[in-house]
């Protein structure tokens, strides 16, 4: 069996690790190393565990271990892609840090079809520079002649690469048929590779690198003929990759400082690649609401969305550079999400963007900027969030994906002209695309994150104390505390098992709740846990149904009567005996009673709620764009303007918290009124307070993932 390995391939018969040209011949113990490791990757590996399998005794001495460790990490050594492929993890063995692909025979595989990359001359030109921009190039110059040998070899790897085959159904316009695709691994640093954005000559890839342990985020841009590679840096700020300015060679970053609650959109020159040349700043932006951006071909003007302060969905803006003045062309949305990647199409003509609305499939609308007319051109199936799609480099053509359905549309003026669909085999799961083609694609995968549970005290003085709880190695999340007859506890919800279940820790014992039951297709999870005041009941969202699970007898109450309801949120009502919840109809949202004991439904019109809250008492609260309302006796609390489109909330008696998503936790006093925020060295989403004000986040970890080419017949 062959392997690819970061950027190597590893010929298992022959014991040679091949790579752009250069091949290196690994002695049988090294071989049979390498092969444990490659059938085990990412899994840390004890010292024993490898004594008894690839050594076959029960005792080696440990210098031994270490010169074939340091002799296989040396013969892994690339001269261009730095990062370290075999890992020591102190006192627990070693890992290997990617993951290896298994290969089939050369002859088996059929080439993909790709466009020719012109290969430029390497320029001798100076790096410009600005006072405060510093660019690292991590790659050796190369050769002309090391170039053509890194032609021979890409090619030949493409040749080698595993891919899955099934019957091609032929289907006419608009149906699916289902292709035969294969997945080339695209970049091999360590960290989940992101958000892959292609230049408009289709011959330079950019991309974001978040780094698992701290969540810092790094840019990169690299030449897909020769695999060379560039990072691009900002002084004392993180950089992410928002896009390439239409039909040139720059590329749109945006810098943040979150201890300083700064972010900056910046231009950085790759004309002269690999010279970086002057970065500049062309507008502030705030890290809270900013989201896509793209500058058109003059640079005189950029796209983007932006929520603003005072909305809940983001809307579709121009902003131009030269008199910094900013115009609405889609007006922000009350519900959230709204308008994402504001994508212009090869002409500057047209922008297509994404409508994420919540608890809705998203779907993808074009504004042509001439006419200011606005046509949906796809809907999606499924209520989820993507940001999926990209523009063909033919004007008017359109690609989307929806999990392994690719979807390319063309349009005539702003009418659909034609649709084509494949399924693609092997599943791929896009959240960002970069179309390379008709029949080629990049993508990086919406599992980039793993959710784990933390709980903060202390947190808003000057030594906060945090505790990691229930260690797994699946996502853990959304968790609530209860006192009952059974005693005291947390239930969380957890993926461990193989599917989303509640898990309790109760009493110092871990255990699993329910047995939601899941089908192979279906990748539904757990929504909010709400929990009565009593202790007794958790309230939830499963398969986007309303439930209500007895902690006590472990079952699951159905509610029949909701379920035709589109619901965005909700919590228990007054003595736990009903429910309050947030229905979306379209551009609307309404809050609706529902009595446990009568089953009647109440609606009130009164209160146009965006979230629903219990504290720990049991008292039911909504949250509107600017204010927070206790629904038992209407009383009211301004919520100031700095914290209105604040993501999550929580509250108690004492407090209503506010966290961004980000790095910010703030909290509103309910006597007072007073505000105080702080910054937390993790990545906070959902979370619950108790009454003693400590807080339960689902705290965001990342994972090391691999931007893949994805290309097919």
């Known amino acids: 069996m ?20 250069i091949e290196r011949e690994l002695d049988p113990l090294l071989a049979k190393l390498l092969i444990y490791f490659a059938t085990r990757s990412q899994q840390i590996i004890p010292r024993q565990e490898l004594v008894e399998q690839v050594w076959k005794q029960s005792f080696v001495d440990d210098n031994a271990i270490n010169r074939a460790i340091s002799e296989l990490r040396k013969q892994l050594a690339h001269p261009v892609h730095k990062a370290p492929l075999i890992k020591t993890h102190y006192r627990k063995g070693y890992s290997l840090t990617v993951v290896a692909q298994k290969m089939v025979e050369p002859e088996a595989v059929i080439p993909p079809s790709t466009p020719t990359a012109k290969i430029e001359e390497q320029s001798s ?34 040749l080698v690469y595993w891919l899955s085959t099934v019957t091609t159904v032929e289907i006419k316009n608009g149906k699916s048929k289902n292709v035969t695709a294969t997945l080339i691994p695209s970049t091999w640093n360590v960290g989940a590779e992101a958000h892959p954005e292609l230049s408009s000559d289709r011959q330079f890839l950019a991309y974001s690198n978040i780094n698992p342990g701290d969540g810092s985020i790094r840019a990169f841009v690299k030449r897909i003929a020769d695999q060379r590679e560039v990072e691009l840096t900002y002084p004392g700020f993180q950089v992410a990759v928002h896009s390439w300015q239409l039909n040139q060679r720059k590329v749109l970053l945006q810098a943040t400082n979150l201890a300083k609650q700064q972010c900056k959109l910046l231009l950085a020159d790759l004309t002269n690649f690999p010279d970086v040349g002057q970065i500049h700043t062309l507008k502030t932006c705030d890290l809270r609401y900013t989201g896509f951006a793209q500058l058109d071909e003059t640079g005189e003007f950029i796209y983007y969305a932006d929520s603003k302060a005072q909305s809940n969905g983001a809307g579709l803006f121009r902003y131009n550079v030269k008199q910094q003045k900013e115009s609405i ?154 006192t009952n007859e059974q005693g005291k506890g947390q239930i969380f919800v957890s993926n461990r098992s193989g599917s989303a279940q509640l898990w309790g820790y109760i009493n110092g014992r871990e255990q699993q709740l329910s047995e939601f039951e899941y089908t192979q297709n279906n990748k539904s999870r757990i929504a909010l846990l709400r929990l009565a005041s009593n202790g007794k009941f958790i309230l939830l969202k499963y398969n986007n149904q309303l439930v209500f699970f007895d ?42 009673e529902f009595s446990l004991l009568t089953r009647e439904l109440k609606k009130y019109e009164d209160i ?62 309910l006597v007072t009124n ?19 004000n400590e807080l339960l986040f689902s705290k965001r970890e990342y994972k090391s993932t691999q931007i893949m080419q994805v290309t097919w017949e």
Request: aromatic share 12%; proline share 5%; with cysteine.
């Open 2 to 21: 062959n392997y690819q390995i970061g950027p190597w391939q590893f010929i298992e018969n022959r014991c040679v690790l091949v790579a752009e040209g």
């Open 125 to 158: 030109a100076p790096v410009a520079t600005t006072q405060t921009p510093v660019v690292a190039d991590k790659a050796r110059l190369i050769t002309k002649k090391r170039v053509l040998i890194s032609i021979s070899a890409i090619v030949a790897t493409i």
């Open 329 to 482: 062309l889609v007006p922000p949305s009350d519900i959230k999400f709204g308008v994402n990647m504001p994508r212009l199409s090869p002409s500057g003509k047209q922008i297509a963007y994404v409508l994420n609305q919540q608890s809705q499939p998203f779907s993808i609308y074009v504004y042509n900027l001439d006419s200011r007319e606005t046509k949906r051109v796809f809907q999606g199936k499924n209520k989820t969030i993507s940001f999926a799609f990209d523009w063909l480099a033919e004007e008017n053509a359109l690609q989307i994906s929806e999990e392994s359905e690719l979807t390319t549309i063309y349009l005539s003026g702003t009418e659909i002209a034609k649709i084509d669909r494949f399924n693609i085999t092997p599943a791929i799961s896009p959240f960002y695309l970069a179309a390379y083609s008709t029949n080629s694609v990049f993508f990086s995968p919406g599992q980039t994150q793993q959710l784990s549970l933390l709980k903060v005290s202390e947190l808003f003085t000057d030594n906060p104390q945090t505790e990691q709880l229930f260690a797994s190695q699946s996502d853990n999340y959304n968790a609530v505390e209860f």
């Open 551 to 592: 902690i006590s007898s472990q079952r699951v109450h159905n509610l029949p009567e909701l379920k035709e309801f589109n619901i965005a949120s909700y919590t228990w009502g007054d003595n736990s005996e009903s429910i309050y919840f947030i229905e979306q109809q379209a551009q609307s949202l309404h809050l609706w």
């Open 608 to 669: 146009q709620p965006n979230a629903l809250l219990a504290a720990p008492d049991g008292q039911a609260y909504a949250v509107t764009e600017d204010e927070l309302i206790r629904l038992a006796d209407r009383k009211h609390w301004p919520i100031p303007q700095s914290l209105t489109a604040e993501l999550f909330h929580a509250v108690n008696q004492d407090y209503l918290y506010f966290n961004d998503g980000i790095s910010q936790v703030s909290r509103m006093n």
């Open 674 to 692: 007073e505000v105080e925020s702080t910054h937390v060295d993790f990545h906070p989403l959902v979370f619950s307070v108790n009454e003693q």
